[in-house]
């Protein structure tokens, strides 16, 4: 539980200093949370991965949801959306390397993030669909996927070095 907990605060760490020193809109900035994600996920496993997701999420979900467009309700899906990464990493790291495992892991949050920017977002709040097209929608998810790949290899990258085993 420890290095959960210190995995989510590493993940929210990195994501106070991405989203703050580098955003790109009032509402989409660079997120390196998923480090700490990946770690836990890798060490811990598929259940604790997702917990982890889902502790990671809270600088995003403060920025973005309770301090910016969404709010806090519908804000707090972001949180079960980081989180199925963090249970899909688990699970994908059981077969495959971590620079493999990275993308598979990211598929469900990425179908999640586009039904849910696509379809619940503008659901509840409909001033927005002018706004939420499939271009801005796939803009979002293209610079995740860029975040992923480069979360992708540092986890790699500390697998390979022993890092968290111990062994240099």
């Not at 803009?139 to 022993?162: D, P, Q």
Request: charged content about 10%; hydrophobic content about 55%.
């Amino acid at each position: 539980m420890a290095f959960v907990a210190s995995m989510g605060a590493l993940g929210n760490i990195l994501a106070l200093l991405s989203v703050y020193l580098a955003p790109i809109h009032p509402q989409i900035a660079l997120d390196f949370s998923h480090v700490g994600t990946f770690l836990a996920a890798l060490q811990c496993g598929p259940i604790l991965g997702f917990f982890t997701g889902a502790l990671v999420a809270l600088t995003p979900f403060y920025r973005f949801g309770v301090m910016g467009w969404y709010g806090p309700l519908l804000g707090s899906g972001i949180i079960l959306g980081k989180a199925l990464t963090g249970l899909g990493f688990g699970i994908a790291s059981k077969r495959l390397r971590p620079i493999l495992a990275g993308p598979v892991g990211f598929l469900p949050e990425s179908i999640y993030t586009y039904l849910y920017l696509k379809y619940v977002t503008v659901f509840f709040m409909p001033g927005l669909s002018d706004f939420m097209t499939d271009a801005v929608i796939l803009s979002i998810l293209a610079k995740a996927w860029i975040e992923i790949a480069i979360i992708s290899a540092i986890t790699e990258t500390i697998v390979r070095r022993g890092i968290l085993t111990g062994r240099s």
